[in-house]
């Protein structure tokens, strides 16, 4: 039996892999094929990462935020951008995030 998809030789349905009695076997779910396998099966598929957009959106978004004076906990910068977004139920206050227009720090509020 090769790799990949494997077909039933009697009735050319899909065979599955099964466990029956601690032995892999190649069943087929309609006829009563059954093919014993006699070496490890194993395939890799590689992950491909899933391309994260920024909660609080890009630079773009930043540069035409409002400005306030806040003080930098990195660089000490007296000006930042500032956004305000409710993350948590209605009755609860808004949380401000703010963006350093110096370093570009980023930090909460609230």
């Known amino acids: 039996m090769g790799s990949g998809l494997v077909f039933c030789p009697t009735c050319g349905n899909l065979l599955l892999v099964e466990n029956h009695d601690g032995q892999n076997i190649y069943a087929c779910q309609t006829c009563p094929y059954v093919y014993y396998i006699d070496r490890e099966i194993s395939k890799s598929v590689p992950l491909k990462r899933k391309e994260v957009e920024p909660v609080l959106g ?21 000006t930042a951008y500032f956004k305000e977004v409710q993350i948590r139920s209605a009755d609860e206050p808004a949380t401000l995030f703010f963006r350093c227009a110096s370093c570009g720090c980023n930090w909460r509020e609230g």
Do not use: F, L, Q, V
Request: proline content about 10%; glycine content about 4%; some cysteine.
């Open 58 to 78: 890009g630079e773009e978004e930043w540069k035409n935020a409002p400005r306030t004076e806040a003080r930098c906990p990195d660089c000490s910068y007296h």
